[in-house]
């Protein structure tokens, strides 16, 4: 089971541009392959790294390198910040990359700021690198976050709900101040998708003072390596199973991953678009005569397949002969 090692920094991080889950990730292992190069966190020039593209691709990833390009592109230019021991910190963090040995590895030139950014902490989370590439959203976020605290040797611990926010990446979404919407829409399901993908299995408790949440306690306990065996083992065959074959050879590069694409698609709406998608979708759903709140990544996803059939429509009728 390989592991990379994620710098605290950039467990909760923050960017000008919209990061996708692949983005993350590809960060995530640009990070991983400083520390194994044990680069020091001063550097006076640009640093070339050398990774694997298959590493920044993820193991469940295309065999090809079309979306990593993508991806690749992305990156450069993104001005990323975070915050370490309450202070901030900016920095952009892939200047140039170029894709070599035919595809098989990325050199990625990273500019001081970015290696500073990446290696001054001196903690550090070793996760799962499956999970950090498969999972998606905030159960990945929240998978990393007990990763990160897992090195402590503790079998639980409390975040208070403004800590909590800011780590998934919410803070300055209004609708999460309200406590039953950050658990119906982010922690619930991310709970749900660490539990039933990772190699942890996690319980979460609101902590209250009166009548109020005010911090939220997760114990865990990580699987024993039977237990993971299992986990992998079906993970690796849902993903064979989700995996399809481009149709074409002519046809324009397929994302392989739909939740991977529905996110970038709902990353480039408005914050309008969005809500008009949500009304038109309806927030919440009924199932045994009781309402459930429907989580955004569900949203999301029921939004881009509609947009995408909708596509499909007009390029049908515009290939039809006029009569």
């Excluded at 020039?45 to 050398?50: F, I, K, P, Q």
């Excluded at 990323?80 to 040995?101: C, F, H, N, Y």
């Excluded at 996760?127 to 040797?153: C, F, M, P, W």
């Excluded at 038109?280 to 045994?288: C, I, K, S």
């Amino acid at each position: 089971m390989r592991e990379i090692t994620v710098p605290s920094s950039a467990v909760a991080l923050r960017s000008d541009k919209p990061l996708t889950p692949a983005m993350v990730s590809a960060i995530w292992e640009l990070a991983s392959a400083l520390d194994a190069a044990r680069i020091p966190a001063e550097v006076d020039n640009s640093v070339w790294l050398e990774v694997p593209s298959r590493l920044l691709r993820g193991e469940d990833g295309r065999n090809d390198n079309v979306w990593l390009r993508e991806c690749l592109t992305r990156l450069t230019g993104v001005q990323l910040s975070g915050e370490w021991r309450g202070d901030p910190w900016g920095a952009v963090l892939l200047a140039e990359w170029k894709i070599t040995q035919g595809g098989s590895m990325v050199r990625a030139l990273i500019p001081p700021a970015g290696v500073h950014a990446l290696r001054s902490p001196q903690n550090f989370a070793r996760i799962e690198a499956r999970a950090a590439h498969s999972l998606t959203g905030h159960g990945r976020q929240l998978y990393v976050l007990l990763a990160d605290k897992k090195r402590l040797g503790r079998p639980f611990w409390t975040f208070t709900l403004d800590e909590l926010r800011s780590l998934m990446g919410v803070a300055d979404k209004k609708s999460y101040e309200r406590w039953n919407n950050f658990r119906q829409w982010v922690l619930d399901p991310a709970l749900a998708a660490v539990n039933d993908y990772g190699t942890v299995e996690v319980s979460m408790t609101p902590e209250k003072r009166g009548r109020t949440v005010h911090a939220v306690t997760f114990r865990w306990r990580w699987k024993d390596p039977h237990d993971a065996s299992d986990t992998t083992s079906e993970n690796e065959r849902h993903s064979a199973a989700r995996r399809r074959l481009q149709a074409a050879a002519d046809a324009p590069p397929m994302i392989e991953d739909r939740d991977e694409a529905a996110c970038l698609w709902w990353d480039g709406l408005d914050e309008t678009a969005r809500e008009k998608w949500m009304e038109r979708l309806g927030r919440t759903f009924e199932a045994g005569g009781k309402h459930y709140s429907r989580p955004e990544r569900i949203l999301r996803r029921m939004a881009y397949d509609l947009e995408n059939e909708a596509d499909e429509g007009v390029a049908e009728n515009a290939s039809q002969p006029l009569e």
